[in-house]
């Protein structure tokens, strides 16, 4: 069974930087590529970042360029979103999610991890 694990949220103040890490479990990652989404209360779901199988392409949502960095470490089976200069705006639930194309389209992913919580306050 496909299994996808979200760590690293918490409580951050303003400006402050977040590693968020997603495992899987029951494959490999590189099989897929990856996308970090996020959805806050009342709000839709949206796509923040995404990275290719082989990790040579990555793709971000305007919101986060230059903030948020997207990488692999094949040997841990993992993928990372890097965040830095976070804002209150920033405060979701993020989620990781498994599919065949590196875009940042909800539909175009298959397998979805259960989320972690990121809250940007002073």
């Known amino acids: 069974q496909l299994q996808l694990v979200e760590s690293g949220g918490g409580l951050v103040q303003p400006g402050g930087s977040l590693r968020l890490s997603c495992a899987a479990s029951?494959?490999?990652?590189?099989?897929?590529?990856i996308g970090w989404f996020r959805q806050a209360p009342g709000k839709e779901r949206e796509g923040v970042s995404c990275?290719?199988?082989?990790?040579?392409?990555?793709g971000y949502a305007d919101s986060v360029k230059g903030r948020f960095t997207i990488s692999r470490d094949h040997g841990k089976n993992t993928v990372y979103l890097q965040m830095n200069s976070l804002k209150a705006e920033d405060t979701a639930i993020y989620y990781c999610?498994?599919?065949?194309?590196?875009?940042?389209?909800?539909?175009?992913?298959?397998?979805w991890g259960q989320g972690t919580q990121v809250t940007v306050s002073s």
């Open positions: 999610a498994a599919g065949d194309l590196h875009t940042l389209v909800v539909s175009d992913y298959e397998y």
């Open positions: 029951g494959f490999r990652l590189d099989a897929y590529a």
């Open positions: 990275i290719s199988g082989s990790g040579r392409d990555t």
